[in-house]
């Protein structure tokens, strides 16, 4: 891990590890026993998580070991089967996805979701829903409640651009923009509902070495700039070990390791998971 982001993580009583700095703050993000099946097939099994109010969290494993599914838990796009998931200390049982939204995760997804014919402020806008209460009256009408809440979504909009250097972008078609772009503005998008929990599918899937190291700046940038925590999946483990502090490491939907980037660097089992059993001589 580098040094600009190296903290130290410390235990708290569920047997998890979060970063020092959130020890006494109530964790974004709690999973007990958490599980899915399809069939009779066990997707995701005994999935237990705790991430810190600001940690920078890494899901990872083999491909099909069941990380995609996780998010899609985490956001109720699937109902667990048994298990809970509390957000802020806050069960999100019986919440629809657009809920758990306004509880406070957003998420991106490994295939880019654009709006490719609306501009790039208007995607970020679809964010900003959450925040703007006039009537349907108000928007058939154009009164000045509207006018006055589209003035500050135009604002906000532009101010979230800014923050990724895509300002002069705003006026663009999402779908013209180039794959790097793209993927940025899906991050600013759901960073317009203003989330708790930022989840990253792959965000950094068919990005070159420099998009790579852009995005890790963006990301430690999200973090201090709006003090919440982020969680991606990720194969570049350049990336996940440059800049998460906690690590969970998934294989056949079940947990196979926790820790930080030196102990899963150095696990038997992670290794194993990702090379396969090695013969021995």
Sequence with gaps: MSERTRTKMVPVPSRAIIPERDINKQPVLETVHLGIEFGGLHAVDDFNMVIGKTEIAGLIGPNGAGKTTIFNLLTNVYQPTCGSILVDGRPTAGKSTAQVNR??????????????????????????????????????????????????????????????????????????????????????????????????????????????????????????????????????????????EGIVVVNYGRIIAKGNPDEIRSNPAVIEAYLGQQEEE
């Design 103 to 244: 509880m406070g995760i957003a998420r991106t997804f490994q295939n880019i979701r654009l709006f490719n014919d609306l501009t790039v402020e208007d995607n970020v806008k679809v964010g900003l829903h959450n925040q703007t209460n006039y009537g349907y009256l108000s928007g058939i009408l154009r009164l000045p409640s509207y006018w006055k809440q589209e003035k500050q979504a135009h604002q906000r909009a532009l101010e979230l651009l800014d923050l990724f250097d895509m300002a002069d972008m705003a006026s663009a078609r999402a779908g013209s923009l180039p794959y790097g772009a793209q993927r940025r503005l899906e991050i600013v998008r759901a960073l317009a509902t203003s989330p708790k929990l930022l989840l990253l599918d792959e965000p950094a899937a068919g990005m070159n070495p420099s998009e790579t190291a852009e995005l890790m700046d963006n990301i430690i940038k999200i973090r201090d700039t709006f003090q919440i925590a982020v969680m991606l999946i990720e194969h570049d483990m350049n990336l996940v070990m440059g800049i998460c």
